[in-house]
């Protein structure tokens, strides 16, 4: 079985300052990775993915994650948040092989940025 | 480029009452498809997913059933509505791989 735990349900930053979403996974085969990004009242949009290769990721919006296979974590992190980052953000684990090929999502983190 | 259309945006209906909410996706064959919900203050909750046309996982037993007349079409519904079948329903698409889900853009469901 596999699992996403985010640490924090709500991060608040200020605008400008470093943002880091915290993302842990279990997973029994190596997992496929994914951040996704909810604004309110719409559907969740993905920010970016890993696969296999490169481990440090880059996604839309200045975004980027680092697979880190020995702390099973997929952290996402932006330099300097804009007032347009204010979201929620998912994460979420995929590779078990099931039939459905079912994503298993974290609870979400609420980032808040304060100008 | 594939594209998928969830409808309608906001719905209004009272207990007791039938629902039919409407996912269709354009652009591909044979997706993966799923029904997500999500309560006020919650997280993504999988209702049902459909690797094929008549074939229907369903992941929490509740009053909701789920039908795929068509291979991109995909349709959510209830007979009797709850209280608690509030909330955001989300549809979304995948191919048949590890690949990310595609999401609609959400149906904003209040049972009153």
């Known amino acids: 079985a596999q699992s996403v735990t985010q640490l924090g349900s709500h991060v608040s930053v200020s605008e400008g300052a470093l943002v880091l979403l915290r993302c842990n996974y279990s997973s029994s085969v190596p997992p496929y990775l994914f951040w996704y990004v909810q604004y309110p009242n719409q559907g969740l949009q993905l920010l970016l993915k890993?696969?296999?290769?490169?481990?440090l990721v880059k996604g839309i919006n200045g975004f980027e994650a680092e697979f880190k296979k020995s702390e099973t974590s997929f952290h996402l992190t932006k330099p300097s948040a804009h007032m347009s980052d204010a979201a929620e953000y998912f994460c979420?684990?995929?590779?078990?092989?099931?039939?459905?090929?079912?994503?298993?999502f974290g609870g979400g983190t609420r980032l808040m940025v304060k100008p | 480029s594939q594209t998928i259309h969830q409808w309608p945006a906001t719905l209004v209906q009272p207990v007791g009452s039938p629902l039919s909410l409407e996912c269709t996706v354009e652009g591909t064959s044979n997706p993966n498809l799923y029904w997500y919900r999500q309560a006020a203050g919650r997280g993504l909750q999988l209702l049902f997913y459909s690797v094929g046309i008549g074939q229907i996982s369903s992941e929490v037993p509740q009053n909701l059933s789920a039908s795929r007349p068509q291979d991109r079409q995909f349709i959510l519904s209830s007979k009797k509505l709850l209280l608690s079948d509030s909330g955001f329903y989300l549809c979304a698409w995948t191919e048949r791989s590890n690949s990310p889900l595609h999401f609609g853009n959400g149906t904003r469901l209040t049972v009153t």
């Open positions: 979420a684990v995929s590779g078990d092989n099931n039939a459905g090929n079912m994503l298993t």
């Open positions: 890993y696969t296999t290769g490169a481990t």
